[in-house]
């Protein structure tokens, strides 16, 4: 079995020698830009691993993975220009460094890329593959309507929001996984039970990026703090908040969120105070432990010695930010 | 073999019993709005003749037919929004009706259902056909991309602009014929011939459409003429004219093409003019019949009787508005 550092190796490579560039310039341009941008690579990575935890050859893997990775980057480049979003990674998205057409254009063609990239490694189990691929492909076009849909949306639930988070987040993660296995022939119930902690893994992973959001350490976490607040996002510690609140102060946070205050520091500072008194971290810290124990007991159900497993464990803890 | 009727009421079934409706409803109603709008289901007709003239079962093929023309009405809902175009078939588009946001996701998703009707029925060539479906959807990309270089481009050659529409227009129609003969299991020197046939039929088709915007009737072509000369559109018919021109013609053409004016009847009459004095219509229709011949010539290749070419070449003669 290879290690976490292997597979991270082979990830690093696949990118490091593909060349994205082709003609019409105008085009291919921003795809080499989007995918040069980096990132943790994560969902390739879940592939593979995927694929060596049941003894499957990563090799005949890697174009699933990279197909992955430009699908996942085709949502980002065009969720970036349905939120007008200014940066990625630092570094301008593509609908304001080029424009609005090219963005659109750019992204369709990433995710015709994408399936190339899938297409270019047959297997026998390709039906299961790209069936999986793009059932998790509208998934996540659901999960990001349902998303836009909660910026107006007066009352949503804690229960939407999870619905939501699967969809736009956890399924590509668990979808990732169940392809590696099945490149691997893994039998069918512990496919079942990887893509379930899968989904699991990546509600903890959403949940902790809402609450990185409000407490996360800037130098560490990468961006501005409070920025959910900021725009008025009603992430999990919002809806967690307002369902603990008390009369008042559910009136002040719902009054705050419908404001968009030039200067955002007050704004910011009162709503933390709100979610500090009512023990928000705390709670969410809780439900992510159980996010995640409940992704390790999935795991630990699957037909594979112990030692198998000990890749994807330190690979979800890494997605977390632990050390195992 | 079937007849164009028998075609064209088999696709007709197809889109009745269909339902595109599902959650979330904001993604999923412009979807089924688009593809209310009706339109030739040219695509589908000529994938089903395909698979018919080498005696495969349209049944087989049905949801491939459904999943080109999903794809074919993505390009148009996604080019709408690029161009900026209010209407589409005498209805608001898709962007103006509901808003960016929503043309842009409901697009996505629809690429993605296309796969999903491909997926719907399995077929042992269906390695080539999704090779054939998602490279034709990167080429349809990359005409897209050519196609709006040109508006900014001075120097836009004929050859350039065949290479455009060949990869906007053609290569879908191909593409569809050429995946309805693998359905069949045709050979692969007949698949070859009949690709090209579509290839020389999809240029001949898109070069009468640049005919019939200039010189067509209003009462049959169902949208106004002149709409190209209005919005610069660098033609066939414009890029023949600037070929055949004199230098004060040519200067009269390249100013004009620069020009919006609040009235365009005087900017369109005298473009054609010009076109007139040229004799550009009688120029287009040779070259159209042509293409025409040319397409023919490949169908004559194929080795089958020619009985079983009937149909499609019935279906060929009508989408240039021709009878046989």
């Not at 893994?186 to 496919?191: Q, T, V």
Request: glycine share 6%.
């Amino acid at each position: 079995m290879l290690s976490t550092k292997e597979i991270q190796n082979a990830v690093k490579q696949l990118f490091d020698r593909e060349n994205f560039i082709s003609d019409p310039a105008e085009l291919y341009e921003p795809i080499q830009y989007t995918l040069a941008l980096g990132g943790k690579r994560l969902r390739p990575t879940l592939l593979l691993a995927a694929c060596d935890m049941f003894g499957g050859d990563i090799a005949k893997a890697s174009s699933a993975a990279v197909g992955i990775e430009v699908f996942h980057n085709f949502t980002l480049l065009h969720d970036d220009l349905m939120d007008k979003s200014p940066l990625r990674r630092g570094k301008e998205t593509v609908y304001r460094r080029w424009n609005e057409n090219i963005a659109i254009l750019s992204g369709d063609t990433m995710f015709a890329l994408a399936y190339r990239y899938f297409l270019r490694q047959w297997h026998p189990n390709m039906e299961a593959i790209l069936k999986t691929f793009t059932e998790t492909a509208i998934g996540v076009c659901d999960g990001q309507q349902y998303d836009m849909n909660f910026e107006t949306q007066a009352d949503v639930s804690i229960a939407d929001y999870m619905k939501m988070i699967e969809l736009k987040t956890a399924i590509l993660l668990a979808g990732a996984m169940k392809i590696g296995a099945l490149y691997a022939n893994a039998p069918e119930k512990d496919i079942e039970l990887l893509y379930n902690a899968g989904i699991s893994i990546g509600l903890a992973f959403q949940l902790q990026d809402d609450l990185l959001d409000a407490y996360g350490d800037v130098s560490v976490f990468g961006k501005q703090t409070g920025t959910d607040i900021k725009d008025n996002k009603k992430t999990y510690l919002y809806l967690s908040a307002l369902k603990e609140a008390d009369k008042s102060q559910k009136e002040t946070l719902q009054r705050l969120f419908k404001t968009t205050p030039e200067n955002p520091e007050e704004k910011i500072r009162t709503v933390i105070g709100i979610y500090d008194s009512l023990n928000i971290k705390a709670l969410v810290e809780k439900d992510i432990e159980t996010y995640f124990e409940q992704s390790l007991t999935y795991l630990d159900g699957i037909n594979l010695g112990n030692d198998s497993k000990e890749t994807m464990k330190q690979i979800i803890n890494q997605l977390l930010g632990r050390k195992i």
